[in-house]
């Protein structure tokens, strides 16, 4: 015998026939239970995301082959990513195998699985199933044994690792059967090759020829069976996220992370805004909930989850899913909690994590739309306050117009609203304009400006909030009213530029504005100091010796991938950075996103007190933000967290400022 093997041994090419008509019927009824399924989905609106395939389908095949966003999580990640590849790889292998045994051979008479390529073939599937077993076993302990807190386990789950373990083993067994009886004794080199076949096949009690080939049939039939069994169960189990997860990573935005869609408030046909009933959410909406495979990675970075408020974002998606099967017209509200809704900071990080795609933050934003428009309904009587003020004042304190530019009294800042020129327009938002402690970051901007030979222009008295608190609490309206007075102010001023130094309003500017035709370049102050120091037009003097940790805020962070820029300048200002537990991608909020930084925190631990103690953990002196509300919110949770004796926050702006001149 040759280094090859007979592919249908012992059970004869009469089963090829039975074997394919089982085949189709297995995935008919998986067809069937998906067409089925897919009515549940069509509850929802309509949505296009079948647009760009050919990039969409890149992204999926490259996510589901590379396991990135699985294993980005390595506690059961890992196991799960080897389970995926092992199993692909037996997969291609049975493929192959059926393709010389039901087409090469019959129709080319030509065998690709001799010499040197079968034994290869053969060891690298063994060693592929050995690892797909190992790892199975581990997530097996993982979910039963070392359950991790928050992690659910139903019956689904009992009877799927039953169902992969019996599918692997008895295809070892079969494997160790037709070696006891073709290779062990007369071709004991080639079996070599099958490591774990032959350790089965030693393993065998003796047993005649017969006994032998009986054994062999029914360990065929019965692996075929549960095989076809596994195709046949996706969609009516857990096991439906191996399609509906992948499908998710081709039906994922393109847009630029953290687009909302921008309503058409002049549609005069529009009875409803916002999310109140099941029939109100799109598609995918529903279709997320069935993607979910409930690992609570967005559960554990969750801030209103970490502190014990009633928010998770696994839940929530579980819950919308729960709402659909009710039907279309069902309430939403009537299954998910009103204060889970308010509690959200839209930092982004539940959807950021997610291995399936699921879009977390669009539902909140949807429910919360319906509170605010349609229901008039705010988290708190101070939140109603600070939308009078907005509608009003167009800032959140209530303070004059006129008063929105006396932070810059005595520095040479150009009025670009009466006509000064500027190489830039600082458009500094409601903080830095009327709150003392970010006055001092304004000014520490214009410092560093004046510095690199940039000319700052702001609007005064005309600019106004960019609109971004009262949106993301739901009050469209509100903020399109904002945005469109904002934009019409920032056209006639003629500026090519825009720096801000809130990720809140860089976010609004550079990114929601687009869908109101506004395409001024808008970039963040950390970018543009970057830059300046990069181009040799900004130079520092390094302190050596001066420690911090560092704040990725979340809508610079998550929201655009600015990680590296601000590190950099800080470590040519001279400051060691010991990052925290949580930082760069896996950072933790301050609170203050999703407009709650309009809201009194009021449900569980506060989540900036929180925020501060992971800096404090680092033993830096110097906690250093980029964000006028988490400069605000940390201001706080240093005195609330009573670490003002080994802590302080300083804004980036203000540490570069000190290092001018070098």
Same mark, same amino acid.
């Given at each position: 015998m040759g280094a090859t093997r007979e592919i249908y041994w012992n059970v004869g090419s009469g089963v090829v026939l039975p074997m394919y008509l089982l085949a189709i019927a297995a995935f008919a009824l998986m067809a069937w239970g998906l067409w089925k399924r897919s009515a549940h989905w069509r509850q929802g609106k309509s949505l296009d995301r079948f647009d760009r395939i050919g990039e969409r389908t890149q992204r999926m095949l490259s996510e589901i082959l590379t396991q990135r966003k699985v294993s980005r999580v390595r506690s059961g990640g890992i196991f799960h990513s080897f389970f995926f590849w092992g199993f692909m790889i037996l997969f291609a292998g049975t493929l192959l195998v059926m393709l010389q045994a039901d087409f090469l051979t019959p129709v080319f008479e030509a065998n690709i699985l001799q010499g040197n390529f079968y034994r290869a073939f053969s060891l690298v599937l063994d060693i592929a199933g050995a690892v797909t077993i190992v790892m199975l076993a581990g997530l097996f302990v993982r979910r039963f044994f070392l359950k991790p807190e928050g992690l659910e386990t139903v019956k689904d789950d009992y009877w799927i690792h039953g169902l992969l373990f019996a599918i692997l083993i008895t295809g070892f067994l079969i494997e160790g059967v037709r070696i006891a009886a073709t290779e062990l004794v007369p071709n004991p080199d080639l079996a070599r090759f099958s490591p774990v076949g032959l350790v089965t096949a030693r393993m065998l009690p003796e047993m005649s020829p017969e006994g032998l080939s009986s054994l062999h049939t029914s360990l065929w039939w019965l692996h075929l069976a549960l095989a076809l069994g596994f195709i046949a169960a996706i969609p009516f189990t857990k096991l439906r996220h191996l399609l509906y997860t992948s499908a998710n990573a081709f039906f994922a935005p393109l847009n630029e992370r953290g687009s909302l869609s921008t309503i058409d408030l002049e549609d005069e046909e529009a009875e409803q805004f916002g999310a109140a009933t099941v029939g109100d959410l799109t598609w995918k909406d529903l279709f997320d909930a069935d993607a979910c495979m409930n690992c609570k990675r967005c559960q554990d970075r969750c801030p209103a989850y970490v502190t014990e408020k009633p928010l998770s974002p696994m839940k929530l998606i579980g819950q919308i899913g729960e709402t659909a099967a009710a039907g279309r017209e069902q309430a939403l509200l009537e299954? #998910? @909690? /009103?204060?889970?809704?308010w509690s959200c900071t839209?930092?982004?990080?539940?959807? @950021?994590?997610?291995?399936?795609?699921? *879009?977390?933050?669009?539902?909140?934003? /949807? +429910?919360? $739309?319906?509170?605010? +428009?349609? *229901?008039?309904?705010f988290p708190g009587d101070e939140v109603r306050a600070a939308i009078g003020n907005l509608e009003v004042n167009a800032n959140p304190f209530g303070m004059a117009f006129a008063a929105r530019g006396d932070w810059a009294e005595g520095l040479d800042v150009a009025r670009v609203n009466e006509g000064e020129q500027a190489d830039i327009l600082y458009f500094v938002g409601c903080y830095a304009s009327f709150d003392k402690r970010n006055q001092e970051v304004a000014r520490s901007f214009v410092k560093i400006c004046d510095a690199a030979g940039i000319r700052v222009g702001i609007l005064g008295k005309d600019e106004k909030c960019c609109g971004e608190p009262a949106r993301k609490l739901g009050n469209e309206y509100l903020y399109q009213m904002l945005a469109q007075e904002n934009i019409e102010t920032l056209k006639a001023t003629g500026i090519e530029r825009i720096v801000t130094a809130c990720p809140h309003c860089?976010?609004?500017?550079?990114? @929601?504005? $687009? @869908?109101?035709?506004?395409?001024?370049?808008?970039?963040?102050?950390?970018?543009? #100091?970057? $830059? +300046?120091v990069g181009d040799g037009r900004l130079a520092l003097d390094p302190a050596h010796g001066q420690s911090c940790t560092y704040h990725d805020?979340?809508? +610079?962070? $998550?929201?655009?991938?600015?990680?590296?820029?601000?590190?950099?300048?800080? *470590?040519?200002?001279g400051w060691n950075i010991t990052e925290m537990d949580r930082s760069g991608r896996d950072s933790f909020c301050c609170s203050a996103g999703g407009g709650r930084i309009l809201a009194e925190e009021k449900l569980g631990s506060r989540i900036n007190v929180e925020r501060v103690r992971q800096a404090a953990e680092t033993s830096a002196p110097v906690l250093v933000s980029n964000c006028p509300f988490c400069l605000t919110m940390f201001e706080d949770g240093i005195k609330t967290g009573d670490c003002e004796e080994t802590l302080r926050v300083r804004d980036f702006a203000e540490i570069i400022a000190e290092r001018i001149g070098g």
């Open positions: 299954t #998910i @909690d /009103e204060e889970a809704v839209t930092c982004f990080a539940c959807q @950021d994590i997610c291995p399936a795609n699921n *879009e977390h933050v669009n539902k909140v934003i /949807e +429910l919360r $739309r319906n509170l605010s +428009l349609m *229901e008039g309904t860089f976010n609004t500017l550079s990114r @929601d504005y $687009r @869908d109101l035709d506004f395409h001024i370049a808008t970039e963040h102050y950390t970018q543009f #100091i970057h $830059r +300046l805020s979340c809508y +610079l962070g $998550r929201y655009k991938d600015i990680y590296r820029e601000p590190r950099e300048v800080l *470590e040519v200002a």
